[in-house]
């Protein structure tokens, strides 16, 4: 009984409902759809309401911010207690024993830099670690006119050269070294290593190609990394497989997008000392349609007759070379670096070069030397003639005498690279960290003698770099440079304290 009054209620609602929703106008078109797409689609009408109700839901819900605090508030004790808990990341990795044992034996110079130059401990030595070649260091003249262009233009622009930062000295060096390479134009940064890793990815960006030398130095491979491209390595100065990758990649490029094609590589090799082979290189890069990037801060100022690097060294035209990137640091007293290129390509730096347009430009005094020592390199023949004829002095008493090293540098490089020769590697079973220890040693033992020179080191990791791109490492090798600022009898001593100090070292090891 209790069902049908319940029941009857629920039909008399319904029919109310009914009947004062068709009093609505338009309910009967709302009733016709409903019906209609109930016949036809129930699964879409149960979507529809579904929708409609959710509508309903969200206009009718209270607003609320979408950037909710997850913020914790601290009191001043809770914030200064965590302060001082807290211990920050070292920078770099801590030193190991053997790298501290070394630190501590690092010899400290006091005062000018020069072929004989003073240590901490009052002892005077034979100076064979400095990049002094010409002992321009020396020079009274240099001297006076860095003197009076500081007096003139003070210690530093102290602004980026694209700002306030550009004096007239800046433009004359410029002038002078592409006048002295013989290109349309010139650059100069205000530091040397940063040179070459900005001028990279100025010109390379994701999606271009670079095809560079495997033993190229760190600061290319800065500028690599930075400029993101796709990159290949060839063989070192092996121009037949240079040339088998460039055929590859001109395959693989075929009918796809152009791209911007490079070849970076060095003049003279820094952790390898040998030069490389520029005419065929600019042969290859005109027959696969590739620029060429070439890094001459080991080889400006020494190789050539007037010091202009591997272009005047082995005759081709500078201006073959798109870009010539060089150190005006080391050889030629001075700091910084220079990209001399064409006029496109310098002007292109002065607004997307980071090193150019994000640091201060270089001091005027330094830019007034650099010109300065160009100029001496130019007019006076002899400076280089007296160097090449060290360079051949310290060589005699090295390469051809000594039973266990040879020099893998070029003829006229003044800084000799002595490494171990590969029989003797075999004969005594050496890794490769026995013989950063007999070089070590070596260093050691010379330093006792009064000769102070230096060794070839492993490139540091780059941060975020492929694992496999890290797999090439100089081999260990004794540094030797040259001065012309010792004569050719105190070369010849000083080569053979160091032939004897290989023999000693090596000679006790079983």
């Not at 605090?69 to 024993?97: F, M, N, Q, Y």
């Amino acid at each position: 009984m209790d069902f049908n009054n319940a029941q009857g209620t629920i039909v008399r609602l319904f029919n109310d409902a009914n009947e004062n929703f068709q009093k609505v106008p338009g309910s009967a078109i709302i009733l016709r759809y409903i019906k209609s797409s109930y016949q036809n689609d129930p699964v879409r009408s149960a979507i529809e309401l579904f929708l409609f109700l959710f509508a309903v839901r969200y206009l009718l819900a209270p607003s609320y911010s979408t950037q909710k605090s997850k913020r914790i508030a601290l009191s001043e004790e809770e914030i200064d207690e965590l302060v001082e808990e807290w211990t920050p990341e070292p920078l770099v990795a801590e030193a190991t024993a053997a790298e501290k044992a070394e630190a501590e034996k690092q010899p400290v110079l006091v005062g000018p830099t020069g072929p004989k130059s003073k240590l901490a401990n009052g002892r005077t030595v034979t100076n064979l670690a400095s990049y002094n070649h010409y002992n321009f260091m020396a020079n009274e003249s240099l001297k006076e006119k860095a003197i009076h262009t500081l007096r003139t233009y003070g210690v530093g622009p102290c602004g980026p050269p694209g700002f306030y930062g550009t004096q007239d000295v800046h433009m004359k060096t410029e002038a002078d070294i592409a006048a002295h390479l013989g290109t349309p134009a010139c650059i100069v940064y205000a530091q040397s290593f940063s040179t070459i890793s900005s001028v990279i990815p100025s010109f390379c960006k994701r999606g271009d190609i670079i095809v560079a030398d495997e033993c190229v130095n760190y600061a290319v491979r800065k500028g690599i990394q930075i400029s993101r491209c796709t990159v290949r390595s060839y063989k070192h100065n092996d121009m037949e497989d240079l040339e088998n990758v460039l055929k590859k990649i001109t395959k693989e490029q075929h009918r796809k997008p152009l791209t911007r094609r490079f070849i970076i590589t060095e003049g003279v090799f820094e952790n390898v000392g040998s030069v490389v082979n520029l005419p065929k290189l600019v042969e290859l890069k005109h027959r696969y349609k590739f620029r060429i990037i070439l890094d001459e801060t080991w080889s400006y100022g020494v190789l050539g007759r007037t010091g202009r690097g591997v272009t005047e060294a082995q005759n081709v035209d500078a201006t073959e070379v798109d870009m010539i990137i060089g150190s005006l640091s080391g050889s030629l007293c001075a700091a910084g670096g220079f990209c001399a290129a064409s006029q496109e390509v310098v002007e292109h730096q002065r607004i997307s070069s980071p090193a150019y347009t994000y640091s201060a430009a270089l001091p005027a005094l330094l830019a007034t030397t650099a010109s300065e020592t160009i100029s001496m390199l130019q007019e006076q023949p002899e400076i280089l003639a007296n160097l090449r004829d060290n360079i051949k002095a310290m060589r005699a008493q090295l390469d051809p005498r000594s039973d266990w090293v040879k020099c893998t540098s070029t003829m006229d490089s003044p800084i000799l690279l002595l490494a171990l020769k590969p029989e003797v590697v075999a004969s005594k079973n050496l890794t490769i960290e026995d013989q950063k220890h007999i070089f070590q040693d070596v260093i050691d033992e010379c330093l006792a003698n009064g000769v102070l020179i230096s060794r070839l080191k492993n490139m540091p990791t780059i941060i975020g770099a492929n694992p496999r791109d890290q797999e090439w490492q100089p081999t260990p090798a004794l540094k030797v440079c040259v001065t012309s600022g010792l004569t050719k009898k105190e070369t010849e001593k000083a080569g053979i304290t160091i032939r004897h100090a290989v023999t000693k070292i090596i000679s006790r090891r079983k």
